[in-house]
């Protein structure tokens, strides 16, 4: 078995690469960074437990679980078995169509007791890891797209106000033709990054098996050597076009060696050549690279009587997955944890979920329109997006039918609790709910309001109340700043000042005065 048990999450991930994807086990252990051991292991358990693809919506990561660990796994030793000699297998690994499966098999044939595919694969591996060796890359025909940034940016300058910002360049090229697109953005940002992968996709017209970028913080949170942490929403997209993730490795530049070759020609052929032209405007800037962009894709190489254009048309483009019928949108992935009100908070608006998840952490995937949110990979709730902070949108059927059986907090216990403090923190409190569209609106601000108790006394309290009141001021927020302030402590100068009489005095002269 493997030595940990990987997240539901990771396990879909393979299994989704293999049964999609229709990638092979070493480039799964490379997309997931696992090793192959263990993707073998995990596909091993989904064809016992006869899981097919796509998953059964009904499957969720508890059931999923339960059929891909039935029962504790038992492991495998053998401390008589004999491996054939490592530099045999390695010399025949060279050979064209020759596996490790194969030769595994053979040494099986005269070795019925000896080590099974995964130990050998193992002991196999461990031996290899000694050897320095510089393999030499071969790209196969609509494989791998390479991206990265150019280090050099171009100036554009703002026609009314003469300000110049830095335009970055983005840069992506194809592993077996090298054909390139290259586009200008604003910044290295999270939108600017998935926005020009899927106009990548529509300059190539499909798209590649594997996407190979730098480790830039946009696509890759944590640019670890063994195993990066993909963005969430970088993540999101390469699922959307069926396509697979696997970063350059830290400090390996032969893994980007075709995207550092595609920035230095970009840079040459088009950057160079565009130094002496003034920019006013993005669009102005990307139509002019995709001018030089047309003639560099055109030129011939150096070494090969052909050009990316043409080994595209040849190579690439048969071999590209067609585009999917919708590009992607733009979304950002989040983590938050459910109000005991049954809404999760994102930038200050509330969306509600249903009732029995209180308490619980959930993803949030957020659009320009939309607000979806998943618990343990499945999506549970969603929402148009709110426009104005403080909104709260609530589904009826998020609602528990009965708050005295379902929460630990129900407006009567709330009000109860106000009424033991005095009747000016009951007004408050039965004011907050009332101005809601639904009472459990007002839990957050309500709670908020109890926990002050915890730091004050109850007559400070009744007192923060009654001035919030009196000044209109009705909120948790409000009754904390009047007790952080001791503005409780202070009488209220205004209060009745209509009822009171004006003070006689000798420089006032009344309204006689004016007839």
Not at 363 to 381: I, P, S, Y
């Amino acid at each position: 078995m493997a030595g940990r048990r990987l997240s539901m999450r990771k396990i879909k991930e393979v299994l989704r690469l293999k049964w999609e994807c229709n990638r092979s086990n070493k480039q799964i252990a490379k997309s997931c960074k696992i090793a192959r051991s263990t993707v073998k292991e995990y596909l091993d358990r989904a064809k016992r437990a006869d899981l097919r693809w796509p998953l059964d919506t009904a499957v969720d990561d508890a059931a999923l679980e339960a059929l891909l660990f039935p029962v504790s796994p038992s492991v495998y030793s053998s401390d008589q078995c004999q491996m054939p000699p490592m530099d045999y297998l390695y010399q025949e690994l060279k050979k064209k169509g020759v596996t490790l499966q194969l030769l595994w098999y053979e040494y099986k044939q005269t070795n019925p007791d000896g080590y099974q595919y995964s130990q050998f694969c193992h002991h196999y591996g461990q031996w290899l890891k000694k050897l320095d060796v510089t393999l030499r890359q071969t790209h196969r025909a609509g494989e791998k797209l390479f991206i990265d940034y150019a280090g050099q940016t171009v100036p554009i300058i703002d026609s009314a106000t003469g300000e110049v910002t830095e335009a970055q360049i983005f840069i992506a090229a194809l592993g077996a033709s090298s054909y390139t697109f290259a586009e200008a953005s604003h910044a290295q940002d999270l939108p600017s990054w998935t926005r020009s992968h899927v106009h990548a996709f529509e300059f190539f017209g499909g798209v590649p098996e594997i996407l190979v970028p730098d480790n830039l913080k946009s696509g890759v949170n944590h640019p670890c050597r063994y195993e990066p942490d993909i963005n969430p929403t970088y993540q999101d997209l390469a699922d959307h076009y069926g396509t697979a993730v696997i970063p350059a490795r830290v400090q390996r530049p032969r893994d980007k060696a075709k995207a550092e070759s595609a920035v230095f020609v970009a840079e040459r052929w088009i950057l160079a050549a565009l130094r002496n032209h003034t920019f006013f405007s993005l669009a102005e800037l990307n139509r002019a690279i995709a001018d030089k962009l047309s003639v560099l894709n055109r030129r011939k190489f150096k070494k090969m009587d052909t050009t990316r254009e043409q080994l595209f048309e040849s190579l690439d483009k048969p071999a590209l997955k067609p585009l999917t019928s919708q590009p992607y949108q733009y979304a950002e992935w989040k983590t938050a944890r459910i109000n005991i009100d049954y809404h999760v908070e994102s930038d200050r608006r509330y969306y509600s979920v249903p009732y029995q998840l209180a308490r619980q952490q959930v993803d949030l995937r957020l659009t320009a329109t939309t607000v979806e949110v998943f618990f343990k990979n499945k999506r549970v709730a969603s929402h148009s997006r709110i426009c104005h902070q403080g909104g709260f949108v609530t589904c009826t059927e998020h609602m528990p039918k009965s708050h005295q059986k379902h929460l630990e907090w129900t407006p009567s216990r709330i009000i109860r609790w106000a009424e033991k403090t005095g009747p000016k923190t009951h007004d408050l409190v039965k004011h907050i709910m009332e101005s809601r569209p639904h009472p459990e609106q007002g839990f957050r601000s309500c709670l908020g309001i109890m926990r002050l108790a915890d730091h004050y006394s109850p007559a400070r309290l009744e007192k923060a109340c009654a001035r919030a009141l009196t000044i209109k001021a009705c909120s948790y927020k409000n009754v904390k700043s009047i007790l952080k302030n001791g503005l409780d402590r202070q009488p209220l100068l205004f209060e009745d000042l209509d009822q009171q009489p004006t003070p006689p005095h000798k420089n006032i002269r009344g309204e006689k005065y004016y007839h």
